[in-house]
């Protein structure tokens, strides 16, 4: 074989194996440096470029990514690190497969005077016969001597305000009477009017949740024997759209007067979320047991009220030692007034003391099982009903729709009342009943907007009679949540769709900072940023598996070889 | 060269030529602010940008002009006289040769000196330039741009398309308003007519004529709280009246609308307040021990728009038991007036001519009656003149305190004689307050028998109290829940136990009394009456066996139909939910559109504000703000105060929010069981 063959036949044998290795792609595992990529999470209303500027500086040769928060969510994906730049008016939630480290570095407010937000609290359903009340807590800096206005809006409606006069520097309450403007869920933002050198006026805003509805709260007020004491408490009641009073009172032995259906039974008490007794010392032991399965068992509220010391059956309901007390004139008692007062000689950490004199409590709500039973001491407080603007009605009505809420057979509770559109609210449903082993069925429906009504899953829970479920806000609309009991009673509640902020600033930074300490982060602020960032090194080299032959440069050596070995065969005359 | 003749006359015709230029500039400029301002006016501007522009563009313009102008030369001044005056060119020529020098022969050049001063003598500057007509003429148009700027947007048509919420003149609106208030004769106010009124304040009874000037084909008063009121076509326009009674919100509409051009008019009304009547003096109840006497009255009255007449009135009571007569009589009264509203009467009342004997009283008030015919008199507080030796007994002319708690007061009016008798004796030398004590024999038969008067009028008094125990059920609820206290002996706490210690006290201070010992039955009667207060305090009411309307009507027993009986429902005293309450939502939301588009906030809207409670003075303080609101800043802070005025109606309409929270904790009741349970087994 020529020299030539021998060269023409290596040329070949070459072309051929790289075209074999290219058919094969073999794979290499080999060490590589892997890019550090770092996502800022711009979670600010304010300028933030300063504090990106020197995350850019503090980490040199780091792949900066800045995004912003979308669906309340961290804009952060595994492998990525996270550093959070916020100022408290975004909120947003850690993605449950996030595993690196997120810092946070804060954007400080700048000094001057400045009244903030920390909390506004109205309660979750809203009668729309009745106005309600907004709880606002408010904390001021350099404030003294100016005067802060709040306003309560629904849409572009003003439906209700105040007004609070800084005598001091440091955190106040105020609470702003407000009127419903429709049914169903509404979103109340909560303001405080921003002055003219206010440092920061991100946080002077919330946005609160409420659902409004026509519903009455059922009552029964049950009277062994005839009794002002409990009578004047029904009257009070009557006089209000809110309630459906149902009352029944025993005249003799076999005698009872009162409206129809009311008969003391365990279908009765399941109807009712709260019972007002009186004429206690009349109570047979039959009644006192079932209202102590309506308290303990069934969740229900039951407000007793003494006429005298309370004797017979009916000690049963109550615990602690009661005294009576007879005074000349009337005390004050919370926000009755009365002369002739039941005294409880201590009470228990359990115990919401209403009223009291002489530091021994005279109106006590007691929890006892899944109830609460409430006992007013406060014996001939209905002889000065008058008194205080009406101060006896006001105070029984608020009471018991206080305790109705909770003493209710079938009960939603929302997570919250108000959140994000696009958002997932988990709820759960409870059922109560004075038959506990009866098991009945739940339902749940969804209705947003305008929309069609949609079947939520209910998942039961540990406990008999408990399920949860979640609903989707979708389209941006408020939902209303409707439960059902087969053959029993049926409840709802609605969530509000927020446009602005729900947590206040201060709320929400304590939610980033909790992230932050438990993904490990680092915590600091523009002059402490170098130190926060610190813990979040480059990640170093990683094996990475390579593909060799699919680098298109093998094209030149299998051309090169081709192209030699046709000029040598042309060259020797071959074809 | 010219002589400096000629140039000077040049000169000061080439001045003039420059101040007329000036004059014609600030003409110029002043037209172009005027335009500017005219355009800037439609255009919806505010007063201070509206005049920002105009001056900057006039400004402009003058600037513009004057520079133009202002090389006005000799040569032209020259031409110009030669216009005016044919000299054959010399002027120019002269003025030619002194601006650009040149060789001239000089018998030529002296020649044509002496032709043009000869000529010049002949010319009038004033005439070449008259400046009159310019500065007539800018005077005039400095004063129409100066109208123009002055004048608002109101009076000039808007731009068609232009946004705003104002209201608008429209041929179908309502042009003009004419509102004549004619208030009643008795008032003696004068009648008054307004143009364009937002709002009027009204006497009760005033009548109300609108006079609505429209190029539409009716106009109706929509009037909140009653029928629409129909204009009827007459010779000034629309027009229709109503007496206004209470206050309230008039939306004025053209027919045919659609609700633009509407007038709103609050209607404030001022009720007639009755007349206030008091007597200063005496001032106080009298006791006199003789039948003679004399007694001065002060009146004082005044009332808000006049007095009719003021009187003293008084009824003498003779007699006593079942034999008691009444005779009713005037005491004549010396009135001042010092204006229609406050009048002022005395009286010497001369007592001797009355025929009063012993025991007699006289009860005297002062009546006083206001112009209108309507009105009710209104009378004083009334005071008492007892006549006659027990009421003397310890001292002519004492005045009885104010009677608030007729048996309370009875007996602190015992306490009250029992003092003045020991201070009678005081001044004795055995008078003195320790003595009192002492046998009160060395006091003289006098000083027992009024011990002895004392006592039967405190025996008057315990016999007073002592009926009241078994006096009429006023509140049968009360007397129901206090009941069962008596029947279960728990007296000590109860009303009647200090009223039974009160009759107690007084039984014991009698017998004092009639012992002659004041000193210890006044202690006694202190005590009487502090039972008594708090028996009262308690507000107890007092049982009879058989109160007067329970009685059973024994004439009417089976004469009634059981078909009609039916159980007894109680009167709900509470609050209902306001009838309006949907309406008022409504308009929150029309409101609430109006702040976000700055669309619809008109008269119409001010009118439905007004409407919701004419008596409301807060929400008609709103409308009138609506109403009138020029431009959109102010419409904005109307709609905003009106927002606030609404949602405070509705609040106070509202039942009151719940404002006690409790902490609610699911887990705390079996947590507290739990507890108790261990801390029972413990045990």
């Known amino acids: 074989m020529s020299r030539d063959a021998l060269v023409r036949l290596a040329l070949r044998t070459v072309a051929a194996a790289i075209a074999v290795a290219a058919i094969a792609d073999p794979v290499l595992t080999v060490p590589r440096p892997v890019p550090h990529r770092v996502v800022v999470a711009r979670l600010a209303s304010a300028n933030v470029d300063v504090e990106e500027a020197a995350i850019r500086s503090a980490l040199p040769g780091a792949d900066i990514i800045v995004r912003t928060a979308s669906h309340g969510r961290l804009p952060c994906a595994p492998g990525e690190s996270c550093v959070m730049v916020a100022d408290g008016s975004v909120a947003a939630a850690l993605p449950d497969d996030l595993d690196g480290p997120v810092s946070l570095i804060r954007v400080g407010t700048p000094p001057g005077p400045n009244v903030a937000i920390r909390s506004a609290l109205a309660s979750p359903a809203q009668s729309a016969a009745a106005s309600g009340l907004v709880h606002v807590a408010l904390t001021g800096t350099g404030m003294v001597g100016r005067r802060t206005e709040i306003h309560v809006t629904d849409g572009a409606a003003t439906v209700g305000s105040a007004v609070h006069e800084w005598a001091a520097d440091g955190e106040a309450a105020i609470e702003v009477a407000w009127w419903p403007l429709g049914d169903g869920p509404r979103a109340l933002r909560v303001a405080a009017l921003p002055f003219d050198g206010e440092a920061s006026a991100i946080d002077n805003a919330i946005e609160v949740g409420v659902t409004v509805n026509r519903v009455r709260t059922r009552v029964l007020v049950f009277e062994a024997r005839p009794s002002w004491a409990s009578a004047f408490v029904r009257r009070a009641l009557e006089d209000d759209p809110r309630f459906q009073v149902e009352h029944r009172v025993g005249l003799a032995p076999s005698l009872a007067a009162g409206t129809s259906g009311t008969r003391l039974t365990a279908s009765t008490l399941d109807a009712v979320p709260v019972v007002v007794a009186g004429g206690l010392d009349a109570l047979g032991a039959g009644e006192v047991a079932l209202f102590e399965r309506f308290v303990r068992e069934r969740g229900g509220a039951l407000v007793l009220v003494p006429d005298r010391e309370i004797s017979g059956a009916a000690a049963r309901l109550v615990s602690g030692q009661w005294t009576e007390h007879l005074e000349a004139s009337p005390s004050a008692v919370g926000r009755l007034r009365a002369s002739e007062t039941l005294r409880l000689a201590r009470a228990t950490p359990f115990d919401t003391v209403l009223g009291a004199i002489a530091d021994r409590p005279v109106i006590v709500v007691s929890p006892a099982g899944r109830g609460r039973v409430a006992v007013s001491g406060a014996l001939d407080a209905w002889r000065h009903r008058d008194a205080d603007g009406g101060a006896f009605d006001r105070f029984w009505r608020s009471m018991v729709l206080e305790l109705a809420s909770a003493g209710e057979a079938l009960q939603i509770d929302l997570r919250q009342q108000i959140a994000a559109a696009g958002a997932h609210v988990p709820f759960t449903v409870r059922h109560r009943q004075m038959e506990t082993a009866l098991p009945r069925a739940v339902t749940a429906t969804a209705t947003c907007g305008a929309g069609a009504a949609e079947p939520i899953r209910l998942w039961p829970q540990g406990s008999p009679g408990v399920f949860s479920g979640t609903v989707p806000m979708a389209g941006g609309e408020p939902c209303e949540i409707r439960v059902a009991v087969d053959d029993g009673p049926v409840a709802s509640s609605g969530i509000a769709v927020s446009t602005g902020a729900i947590d206040s600033v201060s709320a929400v930074m304590r939610e980033l900072e909790r992230i932050a300490e438990q993904s490990g982060g680092g915590i600091g602020d523009r002059a402490t940023l170098a130190e926060a960032l610190a813990g979040m090194q480059a990640p170093g080299e990683a094996p990475t598996p390579s593909h060799p032959m699919r680098s298109p440069w093998w094209m030149s050596p299998f051309v090169a070889c081709l192209g030699v070995e046709w000029w040598l065969r042309r060259r020797s005359g071959l074809r | 060269m010219p002589d400096a003749t000629i140039l000077d006359r040049v000169e000061r015709v080439r001045f003039r030529m420059w101040v007329r230029n000036i004059l014609r500039s600030v003409t110029a400029g002043a037209a172009t602010a005027g335009g500017v301002g005219m355009i800037a006016t439609i255009a919806g501007l505010s007063t201070a940008p509206r005049w920002i522009v105009a001056i900057v563009a006039g400004r402009l313009m003058a600037f513009l002009l004057t520079r133009s102008t202002w090389g006005a030369t000799t040569t032209m001044a020259a031409a110009l006289i030669e216009r005016e005056a044919p000299l054959d060119n010399l002027v120019v020529t002269a003025a030619e040769l002194q601006a650009r020098p040149r060789p001239v022969r000089s018998d030529i050049r002296d020649e044509i000196v002496k032709q043009a001063e000869a000529r010049l003598s002949l010319v009038d500057a004033t005439r070449v330039v008259p400046l009159g007509q310019p500065i007539v003429v800018m005077s005039a148009v400095l004063a129409g ?70 190029a539409a084909e009716g106009v109706v008063a929509e009037i909140a709280g009653q029928a629409p009121l129909t204009l009827t076509r007459d010779a000034e326009g629309f027009s229709g009246e109503w007496v206004a009674q209470r206050s309230t919100a008039v939306a004025i509409r053209p027919a045919g609308g659609d609700g633009r051009g509407v007038k709103f008019l609050s209607v404030m009304v001022v009720a007639d307040a009755p007349p206030v009547v008091r007597m200063p003096q005496p001032g106080t109840d009298l006791a006199i021990s003789g039948t003679r006497g004399r007694i001065t009255i002060g009146v004082e009255a005044q009332d808000d728009l006049g007095l009719a007449s003021l009187s003293v009135r008084f009824t003498k009571a003779s007699g006593g038991g079942e034999s008691v007569t009444f005779t009713e009589g005037e005491v004549p009264l010396a009135i001042t007036r010092n204006d229609g509203r406050h009048w002022r009467g005395r009286a010497e009342w001369v007592l001797d001519g009355l025929d009063l004997s012993d025991g007699d009283v006289l009860v005297y008030r002062a009546i006083a009656r206001d112009r209108n015919p309507n009105g009710t008199p209104v009378q004083s507080e009334q005071y008492l003149v007892e006549v006659g030796r027990l009421a003397g007994a310890v001292g002519a002319g004492f005045a009885l305190p104010a009677e608030e708690k007729k048996f309370a007061i009875s007996q602190q009016m015992v306490i009250y004689k029992t003092e003045q008798l020991i201070a009678s004796v005081k001044g004795k030398p055995s008078g003195s307050l320790g003595e009192m004590s002492l046998p009160s024999r060395s006091l003289g038969e006098g000083w027992m028998e009024q011990n002895q008067d004392l006592a039967i009028e405190q025996r008057m008094v315990r016999s007073e109290v002592v009926f009241l125990s078994g006096g009429e059920v006023q509140d049968e609820v009360e007397e129901a829940a206090h009941s069962h206290e008596i029947a279960e002996g728990r007296l000590e706490n109860s009303g009647r136990a200090e009223m039974v210690r009160a009759l107690n006290f007084m039984s014991r201070a009698e017998t004092e009394l009639n012992g002659g010992r004041a000193v210890e039955a006044l202690v006694l009667e202190r005590e009487a009456l502090k039972a008594l207060e708090r028996a009262f305090d308690r507000r107890r009411y007092f049982l009879r066996t058989l109160p007067e309307r329970s009685r059973i009507d024994t004439a009417r027993r089976l004469t009634g139909n059981r078909s009609e009986a039916r159980p007894w429902v109680r009167d709900r005293g509470g609050f209902e939910a306001p009838s309006n309450l949907t309406g008022t939502r409504e308009l929150m939301h029309e409101l609430a559109a109006a702040s976000t588009v700055a669309m619809g906030a008109d008269a119409a809207m001010a009118a439905k504000i007004a409407a919701i409670d004419p008596a409301d003075a807060s929400l008609q303080k709103a409308a009138v703000a609506l109403a009138t609101a020029a431009d959109e800043r102010t419409r904005r802070e109307a709609l905003w105060a009106a927002m606030q005025a609404v949602t405070a109606h509705a609040i106070k309409g509202l039942g009151s929010a719940g404002d006690l929270r409790l902490q609610i904790d699911p887990l705390a009741g079996r947590l507290a069981d739990e507890m108790e349970r261990s801390r029972k087994g413990s045990r």
């Open chain 2, 145 to 214: 741009a100066f109208a123009v700027l002055t004048i608002g947007p109101e009076s000039v048509p808007r731009m068609p398309g232009a946004i705003s919420g104002a209201v608008e003149a429209s041929t179908r609106g309502i042009d003009r308003l004419a509102v004549h208030v004619t208030p009643p004769a008795y008032s003696g106010r004068p009648a008054e007519s307004l143009a364009n009124p937002v709002q009027i304040i009204v006497v009760s009874g005033s009548r109300v004529r609108l006079v609505a000037t429209t």
